[in-house]
């Protein structure tokens, strides 16, 4: 089955960018997301990208997607005391919401 | 927006004593999903349903069932829980057509003793 591999923890200094990769064993998946996780909560979507996109910005996030090294990034600009969380990288290859999971990135922002 | 409550939030039962999490979700989506999340696992997937009465298993579903009468309740039962289901329970309903992402309850911890 699909497999979904993430570094485990990244520490970055207030202010500067946090770049959190994943990878992916199964060519066929269109639909790549990043959600984030707070302590004692539940996952909320961050961002998507579909297999047919290189690249997607929104605000302070950048999603980079190369498909042919199943190889997917997320670039957190700027990055806040309010960004540290756990970064799940998960991806499906239909819309029916059946996503494989990484085993998340914690992410640890100092002042 | 979609709304999911799950019950109980937490619990602490004995090995070999049956178990249910209840999953409700406000709307009629028709996906929802059980998760478990542990240390090192991330999350995986052990059952969905993708409409009343019709049901599926995923990657760990040994040791649980499911059930959906209702649009808006997905029920998760352990038979005879073991230490090996403590976990983190998360109930999951997909809310989009074009991108398949998933909303996410808070979460149900068990303890299995």
């Known amino acids: 089955g699909e497999d979904v591999e993430q570094s485990l923890f990244l520490s970055v200094r207030e202010g500067d960018s946090s770049v959190i990769n994943c990878t992916y064993t199964?060519?066929?998946?269109?639909?790549l997301y990043w959600y984030k996780q707070e302590p004692g909560a539940g996952l909320q979507l961050l961002t998507y990208?579909?297999?047919?996109?290189d690249m997607k910005q929104d605000q302070r996030l950048t999603v980079l997607l190369n498909k042919k090294d199943k190889h997917l990034s997320l670039r957190i600009a700027d990055t806040q005391t309010g960004d540290s969380a756990i970064y799940f990288c998960a991806v499906a290859n239909t819309n029916a919401g059946k996503s494989t999971f990484g085993d998340g990135t914690t992410l640890t922002v100092k002042p | 927006d979609a709304g999911i409550t799950q019950s109980p939030r937490h619990k602490v039962t004995e090995t070999g004593t049956p178990v249910t999490l209840r999953c409700h979700q406000t709307?009629?989506?028709?996906?929802m999903y059980w998760y478990r999340q542990d240390p090192g696992h991330g999350l995986r997937l052990i059952h969905y349903s993708y409409g009343v009465k019709d049901t599926d298993k995923g990657e760990v579903s040994d040791g649980y069932s499911v059930s959906r009468s209702k649009t808006e309740d997905f029920l998760l039962t352990l038979e005879s829980a073991t230490s090996s289901q403590t976990s983190v329970y998360f109930c999951?309903?997909?809310?989009?057509?074009?991108?398949?992402?998933?909303?996410f309850g808070e979460g149900s911890r068990l303890t299995v003793l």
């Open positions: 709307e009629n989506h028709r996906y």
């Open positions: 990208i579909f297999s047919n996109m």
């Open positions: 999951a309903i997909s809310v989009s057509n074009l991108t398949g992402e998933l909303f």
């Open positions: 199964d060519s066929s998946s269109t639909y």
